[in-house]
């Protein structure tokens, strides 16, 4: 499972006109229940599914062959997970005929009293006559799931214009049991054949090989899917629709790409490097691609980023799009992740979700050591950095929960900054305190020894200390068992000949300290000391001998720790570093520290420098650095930037350059905003529109009507903004069209906007409709569970701000209107609060 979707969309939502100061969220107390692995009193052996859909009622008819056998003690009963299902029978199968049994359904589990007394290993099989109706099902999911009914019908009934009829399955965490009945726990694992009935012009998918199709009379056909190796519940998948497949191939077995016609020509562009990506995890995990076939397909209305199921990962429609949308950005990282599940976490699969570090972290990790080996090691160290940050920035005062979980409130919980980022940068520092031979030998120990079952952070220990022969308990007891993470406060001093390093743990009290092993860079005389050394209390110091007086003290070079460090570095230090030791964190740090003195000129050069970075996103920010009101600053840099804008090769760099140098209000440069409309990349064209906004307003509408249809459909969050700031009636059908038919990805570009829009526009009849709008959609698309305490204050501010205008209104009319407005403004608001 790959959340970067949310993730992304709560900063679109922060774009759109919400401080990410709201986003946090509130700390909760945590029930001390421990949660243990589940008890299996049976266990899967084989399932067997027929099923056909009804579009209009959104029910599933299934028919279910389930083989089970009792664990180890003998039992005359089974408990399966059916969530919501109407069931008509249940049977044990024979050869002689099948066997009525008696059952109690509870809409949760069927209780099932066997025919017999079974004893260990001995096998039997239920048929189970059922209909699944998950649209009746209310249940809700997580920060990276945000919907758990199981099976979705998109558009079925075919009403919304532009949306493709679909149908899809989500089954992680445990809503595979809401369209088959089975026993919904990871620990779980069995071979699959799913036989899909559906209209002839469908495409279908499920795990496995498609082994027949069988036309009907009907007009339907029947498909069936045969999955040979033992796999979890929450792994099965079905989708259904108007699907093309490119064809592609990895030592023989299929890889293939499930795209909407549409996008059906870039499929190539998009997953390409597919079978790249499986002989590169092939060999670092000395485990070839343990499956039979690879599909990838992209749905509609996707309630995350994209989920692993085994042989068939489904996408979001955030991975799909055209050569031109692909300018602006990939999902290569999510297509890194989700095939490298199929290691970890298909192949062998977390035991519980207290243990979903051994899936989620590794995928999370492998989007870094491939970006290392397809790009390099600035693009890999840019990828941890990020990850690091985006943990960090979710956290306060070094306190955060532990990676392996035993107590949650919901197990939808752990799928977080904890598992996800923290956990992958938490496996590349162990990575390198033991090596990279030592490190993959053991993560194939780990997989070949579990293969095809169940796994848990101890034995992914126990597989480390098999291979290089050392005790790894302390790390895992600090890093696996333990949460938090260290904030160090680093002062370095020179007298006398010695370098001297103060170190100082100043996370908070409660949280652990710290036992980290790490490498000190020390750059004194023209030469470069490299100095080992171990953090393992509250406050201790380092002291060296030097040649002279050091240029830089670059602590943590490798830059594997898992927290926070503050230093207490010079300018020159910074612009130092920026040369002589230029990782990218150390280089991104330069940068920062010289936007903030910038108005140094050293702090200036050195922004002049990173213009030319090799990694455009420092390339952005050294953009960003420059203060263009100031006339100097201008002369200096203002034709470099507009060059940027013109020729780098990254759009984002263009575009960056393009803003700053609008932010000058300086219209010289309106020319070059206008002539920025033609170029290929959208977010250009985009940010040309706002910095002709910002330069030239009163030729913003000849602008914009001289963009084409599908222009305009790729910038909603620019044009939404444009809008907000004029308030106009007219505008009003671009938010509603966008906020009451599409998914949640444009609505998020778009709704905060639309809210400074209402509290901008005068119209009181606007105003009660789009407030509705907006409480109606987020509801729809599950917004309202990330964002809806932002919007209560957002309608809030509003209310009061028309209520103050009218104090002033220049007629009676003016005033019953704004206050008609502040009275929807705080219904809008009432109603969010009570959700």
């Known amino acids: ?50 099923v056909s859909f009804d579009y209009a009622k959104r029910y599933l008819y299934g028919k279910a062959w389930i083989t089970l056998k009792p664990h180890f003690y003998t039992t005359d009963s089974v408990i399966l997970d059916a969530k919501g299902m109407d069931v008509k029978s249940i049977s044990v199968v024979g050869a002689k005929g099948n066997t009525s049994v008696k059952f ?50 998109i558009n079925p009934d075919g009403t919304e214009k532009n949306k493709p009829t679909q149908i899809w399955t989500q089954g992680e965490t445990e809503a595979s049991s809401a369209w088959f009945p089975t026993i919904d726990k990871p620990n779980q694992k069995t071979t699959a054949e799913i036989s899909m009935t ?71 562009a998009i997953f390409g490097k597919t079978p790249k990506m499986m002989g590169f995890f092939s060999q670092v995990t000395g485990v070839e691609y343990p499956w039979n076939k690879y599909s990838q397909i992209v ?60 899936n989620e972290s590794f995928a999370a990790f492998s989007e870094i050591i491939w970006k290392q080996y397809d790009a390099g090691k600035d693009a890999a160290d840019r990828t941890r950095y990020e990850k690091l940050n985006t943990y960090l920035s979710s956290t306060q005062n070094g306190e955060s929960p532990t990676l392996v979980r035993f107590n949650y409130n919901d197990k939808e919980d752990v799928f977080d900054n904890i598992s996800y980022p923290k956990g992958a940068v938490i496996l590349y520092a162990l990575k390198n ?91 004194a005389g023209g030469k470069k000391n490299t100095k080992e050394i171990v953090i393992n209390s509250r406050e201790q110091s380092f002291s060296f001998p030097v040649s002279a007086k050091p240029d830089l003290i670059d602590f943590d070079a490798d830059k594997i720790i898992v927290g926070q460090v503050k230093e207490d570095k010079t300018l020159e230090n910074y612009i130092f570093q920026y040369t002589n030791a230029p990782s990218y964190a150390n280089r991104i740090k330069a940068i920062e520290q010289a936007t903030l003195k910038n108005k140094e000129t050293a702090a200036q050069q050195m922004l002049l ?26 002369d200096m840099v203002g034709s470099t930037l507009a060059t940027m804008a013109k020729q780098d090769k990254n759009s984002n760099v263009r575009a960056t350059a393009l803003a700053r140098l609008a932010s000058s209000g300086d219209k010289t440069y309106l020319p070059l905003a206008k002539a920025s409309l033609n170029d290929r990349s959208y977010k250009v064209i985009g940010t040309a529109l706002q910095a002709i906004n910002m330069l030239e307003p009163a030729s913003l509408n000849g602008v914009m009507s001289g963009l084409d249809v599908d222009t305009k459909a790729h910038i909603p969050n620019q044009l939404a903004q444009v809008y907000a700031a004029l308030g106009d009636d007219s505008y009003n059908d671009f938010y509603l069209n966008i906020v009451n038919t599409e998914g949640i990805n444009k609505l998020a570009q778009v709704v905060g906007f639309y809210s400074t829009y209402l509290a901008k526009n005068t119209n009181p009849k606007i105003t009660q409709t789009g407030v509705q709008a907006i409480i109606t959609n987020m509801d729809r698309t599950k917004l309202t569970q990330y964002f809806g305490k932002q919007f ?35 219904a809008g608001a009432d109603d969010l609060a009570k959700k």
């Open 104 to 153: 109690t359904n509870d809409k949760e589990k069927l209780y099932i009293q066997l025919n017999k007394k079974y004893v260990k290993d001995e096998k039997y099989t239920l048929y189970i006559d059922y209909t699944a109706k998950p649209n009746e099902l209310t249940i809700k999911g997580s920060a990276a799931i945000t919907d758990a009914k199981g099976l979705y019908f």
């Open 433 to 523: 305190q033991m090596g990279d031979d030592a490190f993959f030998k053991s993560l194939n120990r780990y997989l070949t020894t579990n293969a095809f079952k169940n796994g848990e952070a101890q034995q992914l220990r126990l597989a480390f200390e098999d291979v290089t022969g050392k005790d790894w308990s302390p790390y895992f007891n600090q890093w696996y068992y333990a949460g938090g993470h260290p904030i160090l406060d680093v002062k370095s001093d020179y007298k006398d000949g010695n370098a001297t390093i103060n170190v100082k743990q100043i996370q908070a009290a409660d949280v652990q300290t710290f036992t980290l092993p790490i490498k000190v860079d020390i750059y």
């Open 299 to 358: 749905a509609r209305d996707y309630v995350s980023g994209a989920m692993e199921n085994t042989t068939a990962t489904l996408h979001g429609e955030a991975v799909q799009a055209t050569d031109r949308e692909l300018l602006d950005g990939d999902q290569e990282s999510t297509i890194a992740h989700e095939l490298f599940h199929q290691w970890f976490g298909d192949y062998v699969t977390a035991e519980s979700w207290s243990n979903i570090t051994v």
């Open 1 to 50: 499972m790959n959340k970067h979707f949310i993730a992304g969309l709560m900063s679109l939502v922060i774009l759109s006109g919400i401080s990410s100061a709201h986003a946090q969220e509130e700390k909760a107390k945590v029930d001390p229940t421990y949660r243990v692995t589940a008890t299996k009193v049976n266990d899967l052996v084989h399932t067997k599914l027929d």
């Open 609 to 634: 420098l990173a213009l030319k970075d090799q990694n455009e996103a420092l390339r952005a920010l050294a953009i960003k650095g420059f203060n263009l009101k100031d006339e100097k600053i201008k």
């Open 198 to 268: 559906v209209l002839s012009k469908y495409v279908t998918l499920s795990n496995g090989k498609l082994v027949s199709q069988k036309a009907n009379t009907n007009g339907t056909r029947t498909d069936t899917w045969k999955m040979d190796l033992p796999h979890s519940p929450y792994l099965f998948m079905m989708a259904v629709g108007d699907f093309k497949i490119y064809k592609d191939t990895y030592k023989g077995k299929e890889v293939n790409y499930y795209l909407e016609p549409k996008y059906a020509p870039y499929a190539k």
């Open 792 to 826: 209560v204050q957002l309608f809030t501010t509003a209310e009061q701000a028309k209520l103050k205008a009218a104090e002033t209104a220049p007629s009676q009319e003016a005033k019953d209107n704004l206050i008609k407005q502040a009275s929807y403004f705080k």
